[in-house]
């Protein structure tokens, strides 16, 4: 049985469900699953890339999880109102050479009224940290 889409206007307990939801469907790093949540024509702002549509951000999540191993993420509701949600998160991964890295930053998200992410805008910083410096 498919679960219930978490559709606007958004409580505090779906807007924190629907964070949830986000931060399970990321860490299982499936760019399938993940493309799933946003609409066909979702427009990104990832850091310095502009992406539109589910084929982009799919593309996208492909590129990142192959050179982002042992990716790991946390997100927390920031605020929400009828169909917006901001959240703060961070997640940790190791690159290629085998530098470990925690990300953090902030994300604003626009839901359409089937409860897709038509719109998403992360700000995003590194920095680089020993293993020993993991959290997540």
């Known amino acids: 049985m498919m679960p219930q889409p978490i559709l606007p206007p958004f409580t505090e307990a779906s807007a924190r469900a629907k964070v949830q939801a986000a931060e399970d469907a990321w860490n299982s790093c499936d760019p399938d699953r993940v493309a799933l949540a946003y609409s066909e024509d ?12 589910r084929g982009e951000i799919r593309s996208f999540l492909r590129e990142k999880w192959a050179r982002e191993s042992d990716y790991r993420l946390k997100k927390k509701l920031w605020s929400f109102t009828d169909n917006r949600i901001a959240v703060r998160f961070e997640y940790e991964s190791r690159d290629t050479d085998g530098q470990w890295w925690r990300s953090h930053g902030n994300e604003m998200w626009e839901f359409d009224a089937d409860g897709l992410m038509r719109r998403r805008y992360a700000s995003i910083n590194d920095h680089p940290i020993d293993q020993s410096e993991r959290r997540l």
């Open 42 to 53: 979702s427009e990104w702002r990832n850091r310095d890339r502009f992406l539109r549509g």
